[in-house]
C-alpha cells in the first residue's frame, strides 16, 4: 500500500488510460505505452512510435476536521485534508494525425460523457480513496521540434484531487463472560 497519495493516484490513472487504450480496436495490447512522469534526460524514450505521459503538479493541501474514512480488522483511516492539484496527460507520436486521435482517445478516458465531463477513479494503492478529475476545455499541440525525441505531442490538463488519509490501529478487545457463584460477570481481555 502506498503511502503518498498523488504517486499512487498518478499509478491508479497510467492503469486505466494504459487499460483504455488496450481496449481500442485499432491499438494492440501494450502497444501504446503509458508511463508516469517523464523519462531522465538523455534516457530512451518509452516508445519510438507513439506512448502516453502522466505527470502532476505538487498538490496544494486544505486540512479538515478528521473523520473516519474506514474501519477494517482494528484499523481505521481517518479523512485528514484533501488535496488538488493540475493534471497533464501528454500523448506523443511519431505523425501529427497519430497524435490527434490518440488524444482523443485518452481525452474520452479522462471523462464519461454524456453521463459525466469528469471521471471519478477508485485508488487502490491508497486506502481505496476516490480520485476525482475534471479535464479543462482544450488541448494543445506541440510541433516536432517542440517534443521529446522529435516526436508530435498534444497536451491534455485536467484539475484533479481527492482526500488524505491517515490510519490508526485501535487494541482489539475480547469480552469473556463468566459465571462466578451463580452470578454472571463480563471480563474484557486486551
Known sequence: MQLDFID???ATLAAHLQTALNA????????????VDW????????????????????PTLSPRVPSQHAFAEGVVQYGIG???ATLQ???????????QELGGIVRQALSDVPFD??????????????????????????????SFAGMFR???????G????ASRAWPTYEQLVLAVNARSHTVTLE
Open 8 to 10: 499512487a493516484a498518478k
Open 89 to 99: 496527460v501528454d500523448v506523443a507520436a511519431r505523425y501529427k494525425d497519430t497524435a
Open 162 to 165: 481527492g482526500p488524505v488519509l
Open 24 to 35: 481500442h480496436a485499432s491499438i494492440a495490447d501494450g502497444a501504446i505505452p503509458v508511463q
Open 154 to 160: 498534444r497536451t491534455i490538463e485536467a484539475a484533479w
Open 39 to 58: 523519462p531522465d534526460f538523455g534516457a530512451d524514450a518509452p516508445s519510438q512510435i507513439a506512448y502516453v505521459i502522466v505527470t502532476s503538479s505538487n
Open 117 to 146: 465531463a469528469g471521471r471519478t477513479l477508485t485508488c487502490a494503492d491508497y486506502h481505496n480513496a476516490k480520485i476525482r478529475l475534471s479535464p479543462s476545455e482544450g488541448d494543445r499541440d506541440w510541433g516536432a521540434e517542440a
Open 82 to 84: 484533501r488535496w488538488d
